[in-house]
Structure formats: C-alpha cells, structure tokens
C-alpha cells in the first residue's frame, strides 16, 4: 500500500487509528476473559435450581423404585408400592425433563453439559422399556440393579459437568459434593443387592461380588470427596459420621462382606433398613446443604469478579479514551500547523509575490522584511519549516526586486537608446530637408527620398523601442486627422508600399492623441501582410463604421495561420502583456497590443474571405470624429482634388531605371496630399502623382518644413506575422530620360514650393498640425 501520497491528515489518522484500534481489542479481549467467569458464577445458581434440585429428586425416587423393583424380582408376588413409587418417579423425571428443556437451563449450560442432558434424556427414556422387561421377569436382579444404575449414573454425570466454576476453590467444592453423591449412590446399590438377598434368602450367582465391590467404592469416594472439602465443610461431615447410625452401618457392612456369598446375609432387614435410611437421609441433606451453599458463595464470588471487572474496563476505557483524545489533539495540531505554513506558501506564491512584484513595476519602493514576516509555529520540525519558508519567501521577495530593478534598468537602456536615436534620426530628417530644397538633380532627388523613406521607417523602430520600455512617443496631433489620410500615413512608413492598395474608405477622422499610435499600429500590421504574403499579391487596406466605432481591415492572401496559433495570436493582442525579452520573434505583437491598450483600440485577427488574414482594428467611438474639412488652395481659391477620399489602385506602369519609382507619396495626416491632377488620375505614370502648386494647410508640415507623414518611422521587415511571404520585386517598363527628368523637376518643384509656404507662413499650422516634443534624451543626442 503506497501511503507517500497520502494527504498529512489521512496518514496522522493511521497513525492514531492503529494503536488505539489495538489497545482497544486487547480491551475487550480482556474484559471478555473476566466477564465469561463472572457470568458462569452466576450461572451456577440457576444450574443448581433448575438441574441440582430437580436431578438430585430424580435420583432419589429411581434409588427406591431400584430397591423395590429387586424385591419384586426376588419374590413371587407383584409389590403394592412399586407402582405408587413409579408414579413419583414419573412426576420427578417430567419435572426435570421440563427444566432441561427451558431456556433458562440451555441458556446457563455449557457444550460439555449440553451434551450430559442430551444423554440423560435419552437414559430417562427407556426407564419405561425397563420397567416392562421387570413387569415381566424378563430380566434379573443384577440386570435390573444396572438398568437403574445407569440412569442415576447419567444423572450423576450432568452433576459433574456443572462443576466447571471459574472459581478454583468452588469447583473443587463441587466436585467433592458431587463425589459424596456418587458414594451414596454406591451404597444405595448395595442396598438393593442386600433387599434381594434378604427376600430370596441368598445372593444370586455374583450379587455378593457386585456388593463387596459397591461397598469398596463407595468408602473410596468417600474418603477422596472429604479430603477435597474445605476445612469447615470436612470438619461438619466428621461430626455426621460420629453419629451412632453412621458407626452401626458401617458394622453391618463389614459383617456382610465377610459373609459367603452363599449363604445367608449375616445381618438382620430390620436393623439394615433403619440404619441404611437414616444414613442416606442424613448423607442426603448434607450434600443438599453443602449445593446450596456453593450457590449462595457464587454469586458474592461474581459481584466481586464483576466489581473487578467493571473498575479494570472503566480504567481500561479511560487509558482508550485519553489515547484517542490526546492523538486527536496532537494530530489535528499537526495538521493545523502544516496547514498554516501551506496557507502562507500559497497565499505567497499566490497573492502576495505577485503583488510585490506588480508594485515594483510600478515604481513603488518595496520593504522585504514588511513583505516577508518571520513564520513562527514553534520550536519543533515544524516550526524549523516556517522559519526555513520565511527565508525561502525573503530570497524570493528580494529574487524579484532585484529582478524588477533589473528589467527597470533595461527598459531605461532602451528608452535611452531609443531617444538618442529618435534625436540622431529627426537631426538626419532635417539635413535631408536641406539637402532636398537644394538638389535639382532628378536621380539625386530619387536617392535623397529613398534615404528620407529609409529615415521614417529608423523612426518607427525606435518609437518601437521607446514603447517597449513603457513609454510614449514624442509625436503627437492636436486636432482630428481624417482617417484616410492616417492610413496613407502608416502606408508610408511600409517598405513595400507599392503593394498596398486603398479600398473603399467610409468618411472618418481620428482624435489627434491616437493618431501617433493608431498610425504606427497600423504600419505595423500593414508591414506583418506584406512581409509574410508572396511578393505576386497584394494588400489591400479598407475602413468603415460598425456599431462600435470605426474598422479599418488590413488583408493580405497568404497561407493564412493554423487556428491554434490564430487563438495565441489574438489572446495576446487583447491584452496589454509585460515584455518579455525571450519573445524576440513576437515583438510586433507587444508593441500593437500596448499601443491598442492605451486608448482601448481592440485588434482582432481572422481568416480572410480568399486566402491568408484580415486583421481587423476596432477605433472605438470615443477616438471617431467628423472627417475633416478639405485644405484649400491658396492660389486657386477652391478646395484640392476632392478624389482623394477615395484611392484608386496605380497602374503597373513602365519605369525609367535612371529615377526612383519607388519613392513614396509625402501625406501627411490631416494634410491634403499632393494627388495628380484629374487628368493624371486617370492616367497616371507608373503611380508617381504631380504635385501641384497650394498653400500651406493645417497639418501640412512639420519642424524642418518637411510634410508630416515623412516623420513617421517604418517597421521592421519580418516583424511577426501570420504567415511566411516574400517581398513583392515590380516589373520596370523603361522611358526616355527626358520624361523621368520633366515629371522629377515637377515634383520637386512642388515639394519646394510646399515648403517655402510653410516655412514662411508658420501661422498657417492650425488644426491637424504634428508636433513632436524632444526629450531630453533626443536634446542631448
């Protein structure tokens, strides 16, 4: 039986259960040894009145009606008193037949005197049988002597089974009185020979024989049964031995065994039967005396065993009692205890580590002597375990202090190192504004945009970063920002912007707090479908009003995720999780879920209608506002290309390998881009738009001049997404130099133009105006 598992309380009540299981058998197993004598003393009173008496009344009669059946036999004439004794004899055996058969009697007997009354009953039953071979002299004097015999040795027998007293001296007191009984039965069987012997004048053939050995046993017995009796019983037998009947038969019966068995009895009827009655009357009445006070010293034996008993079993109870309350005591105390040093590891582990450590995230100062109080449970084992736990606990709290300065030290490197390089990156964006207003070179101009889109997506890493360590970026909007222009943002900031494609756009605007985060959360996820799609599709980004607010969709058509890492996916965007530096593959993942935290956007992954995931941003309704108001032209007077709220997917036009196609559209968020014109809407060259002459509009520009959407950094190729895509590589048709060199001039024409606007009209930055507010960190850098 394994018991290494088993709880502490089960096994501290096997070890009580055992001992006291035992004690409290040898108990009863005693108390059972003491009271069994106790009841057989008490038995013996109804032995002796139910079976005694009445047994010691049978043997009487069939003594007589034995003497009387002889004479008969010896004669030739039936005797009158025979039948008058038989009758008694009948009444004394149905009295004693039906005590044998009560209850009480089988009740108080044991097997040993079960089976004697079994066999008297018997013996008893062919008393008639015999009386009818006498009736008819079909036996003689000797058989009729041995069939009554017989019955009173049976008698006799039973006697002696209910001498089996606990009590050493009453036994042996019994015993003796039983013994005196069976030499009085001995002279009664001589005294039947000697009647038969005095009618028919002689012995038959073998009576004397049978007499002088009658007479030999019956002084045997007697003189055993004395020696047996206690000192007052044998001194009160000597005195009825002294009486003149006792001395006159015990000459008859020398004489008579002197005798020849021929010839005559030598002594006279009438002197025999006179001394013979009163010798058995007076043998008769002592041992009657003798039973009855057998039974009255039993039952004070019995008090006395039963007092003794009761006083053994009440101390006996006591000592199981007292056991089993002091083992209960000590066990439930046991358990007690070890269940208080459990309840203290749980709540530990449980409540209070986890709390600890969640006050030092928090920058909350600690005291580990406070948060780890001393266990006290006492001197013993027990007692060692608490104390062994309270340092246990202390090394944990202060495991986890240390722990918490650790990763608050890291995360200040990374905010650090992230404000440096925002500094080193706005410093960089700002040369590059320079460097744009002075190149006229087409091809120059195309690297020098190549290296700005490089910049914006060196500023999105670092903003990772800066978030990362549980700060916010410095950029911010004061004013809404309309969504579709937030999304041309984030495209922006994607490497492969070229594979991205507008949907429809439902009319929308964004707060100007969330723009900063929802735009790079978008980027983010913009950057996960094209880097995780194959480079031959594309990506389409789509947004529209739901009950709960705005959903801006971003679907890509690769291989999609299994559902179990899709559930993985989703649980930890829906929660703002600890970074954990060992997730290096799943960084995206933090910085969506932390910027979707802090203003209660949810993002939600999902299979897509086709092929691949659709993930699925939920602005919630208090980030939605009114889309707005168009920026207006200066110099026209009329609001810019009104088309814009609607994007339609470029044409895969040829391309010159001398410029730079890929270069990205500058819109700003809550700026109107610089769209073609109609004409070149409809059919625009290889997507790269004109750029026309405005004034500067709210939003438009940033410190350095340069339009806001360049400002935004873009994410990491093969940031986590939902599958594994390879970037898209566009086909090229070339053009004439002079082409590429015409519609180059005319971009940067228009971008000039843009920022000598908004350089020297500062008041025109009104509603959607970007700001970013350098740190320390990015001053020092």
């Not at 945009?449 to 990362?468: N, P, Q, Y």
């Amino acid at each position: 039986m394994n018991t290494r598992d088993w709880p502490i309380r089960s096994k501290l009540t096997a070890l009580v259960v055992v001992p006291v299981t035992a004690l409290l058998a040898l108990w009863i197993f005693a108390t059972t040894l003491t009271f069994g004598p106790a009841l057989d003393l008490l038995a013996a009173r109804t032995l002796l009145y139910d079976l005694g008496r009445p047994g010691e009344t049978v043997v009487a009669e069939l003594q007589r009606e034995r003497r009387l059946s002889v004479i008969q036999l010896s004669g030739t004439a039936e005797l009158p008193g025979l039948a008058e004794q038989r009758q008694r004899t009948d009444r004394a055996v149905a009295e004693l037949l039906r005590r044998i058969a009560g209850d009480d009697l089988r009740d108080a007997a044991g097997d040993l005197l079960d089976t004697r009354l079994d066999q008297l009953v018997v013996a008893l039953d062919a008393l008639p049988a015999g009386r009818g071979f006498i009736d008819r002299r079909q036996v003689d004097r000797a058989g009729a002597v041995g069939l009554y015999s017989g019955m009173i040795t049976s008698a006799f027998q039973a006697f002696a089974a209910m001498a089996a007293l606990p009590d050493p001296e009453l036994n042996r007191q019994a015993l003796a009185v039983t013994a005196l009984g069976r030499s009085r039965e001995l002279l009664g069987q001589a005294d039947a020979l000697l009647a038969g012997a005095f009618v028919s004048g002689r012995f038959a053939e073998g009576e004397h024989g049978q007499f002088v050995q009658a007479v030999a046993n019956h002084r045997y017995l007697v003189e055993s049964a004395v020696a047996d009796l206690p000192p007052a019983e044998r001194a009160a037998y000597q005195r009825l031995t002294e009486q003149e009947a006792f001395g006159r038969l015990r000459t008859l019966l020398d004489t008579a065994v002197a005798a020849s068995g021929r010839s005559r009895p030598t002594v006279a009827p009438e002197t025999w039967v006179a001394s013979y009655d009163r010798v058995q009357q007076a043998m008769r009445e002592y041992e009657l005396n003798q039973a009855d006070g057998l039974a009255d010293r039993s039952v004070p034996t019995a008090v006395r065993i039963l007092v003794r008993l009761a006083a053994a079993g009440l101390l006996g109870l006591v000592a199981v009692v007292v056991a089993v309350v002091v083992a209960l005591r000590v066990g439930r105390s046991l358990a007690h205890r070890l269940t208080e040093v459990r309840t203290a590891a749980l709540e530990t582990a449980d409540r209070r580590l986890p709390d600890v450590v969640a006050r030092l995230r928090r920058g909350e100062q600690v005291d580990v002597a406070r948060e780890a109080p001393p266990l006290e449970y006492g001197a013993d084992e027990i007692g060692q375990v608490g104390r062994a736990f309270t340092e246990v606990q202390r090394t944990a709290v202060q495991a986890a202090v240390d722990e918490v300065t650790l990763r608050r030290g890291l995360n200040e490197v990374f905010l650090n190192i992230a404000r440096r390089s925002q500094g080193l990156v706005h410093r960089q964006l700002a040369l590059l504004d320079r460097m744009e207003r002075r190149t006229e070179d087409p091809d120059e101009l195309a690297e020098l945009f190549r290296v700005d889109h490089l910049a914006t997506r060196l500023r999105r890493h670092a903003e990772g970063l800066v978030i990362l360590a549980g700060s916010a970026p410095g950029r911010g909007w004061r004013q809404p920002v309309a969504v579709v222009d937030l999304i041309r943002g984030a495209i922006s900031e994607v490497e492969s912007y070229d594979r991205v494609d507008i949907a429809t756009v439902a009319p929308a605007g964004t707060s100007g707090r969330a723009v900063g985060d929802v735009m790079h959360l978008l980027a983010e996820l913009i950057e996960n479908a094209t880097a995780f799609s194959p480079p031959d599709t594309r990506v389409e980004v789509s947004g529209h009003h739901v009950a709960n607010g705005y959903a801006v969709e971003v679907s890509d058509r690769g291989l999609g995720m299994s559902p179990a890492a899709l559930e993985d996916a989703n649980r930890r965007l829906a929660r703002s999780p600890e970074f954990d530096p060992t997730e290096t593959a799943r960084l995206g993942l933090f910085v969506v879920a932390r910027l979707a935290a802090r203003h209660g956007v949810r993002v939600r992954l999902r299979p897509s209608d086709t092929s691949g995931l659709t993930a699925v941003v939920l602005i919630p309704p208090d980030l939605v506002t009114e889309e707005p108001a168009l920026p207006v032209d200066q110099d026209a007077g009329t609001a810019v290309n009104p088309v814009r709220r609607k994007t339609v997917p470029r044409p895969r036009a040829a391309r010159p390998p001398v410029t730079a196609p890929s270069a990205p559209v500058a819109v700003a968020p809550g700026a109107a881009p610089a769209l073609p014109a109609p004409a070149e809407v409809l059919g625009e060259i290889d997507g790269l738009p004109r750029r026309v002459r405005r004034a500067a509009s709210p939003g438009v520009t940033a410190p350095g001049g340069r339009p806001a959407a360049d400002r935004t950094p873009a994410p990491a190729s093969g940031v986590d997404g939902p599958t594994v895509r390879q970037p898209a590589v566009g086909t090229a048709t070339p053009r004439s130099p002079d082409e590429a060199r015409r519609f180059m001039a005319a971009l940067q024409a228009g971008t000039a133009r843009g920022r000598l606007a908004a350089g020297g009209a500062p008041s025109a930055a009104g509603p959607g105006t970007q700001t970013e507010t350098p740190t320390t960190t990015e001053r020092d850098a």
